[in-house]
């Protein structure tokens, strides 16, 4: 008999990370929209372009003006070398879109 899968392994803690990971193009899930599993397409978030006026951005940079220089001290090497995937799922039905957290890795890519 093999040994439990690799998705109970994650959850009991065995494993911290995976490196790499392919996410299938569609898959089938449950969609609170349509109330039945649909058919989703996958694909990974990415962040947008931050605004340079935002308030936050005009904050640091007031902060940083003049004598003094950094008012925190800046991240030079981070502690984690992975990050938690998102994807983005879209129903092929109701073409409304869900966001899901996947798993720590440092790799994620859409399988063709």
Known sequence: MAG????ARIKAGAIR???GMKFPKEIRR???WCGKHT??????YKRGK???GSWGARRQAGRKRGYGGQKFPELIRTAKTTKKATLRLKCKEC???????GIRLRKA???A
């Open 109 to 111: 890519e859409i399988a």
């Open 4 to 7: 439990p899968s690799l998705k």
């Open 95 to 101: 073409n409304r879109e869900m966001m899901t957290y």
């Open 39 to 44: 058919i989703h397409s996958v694909a990974l």
């Open 50 to 52: 931050e605004r340079a």
């Open 17 to 19: 990370f995976v490196r």
């Open 30 to 32: 449950n969609c609170p």
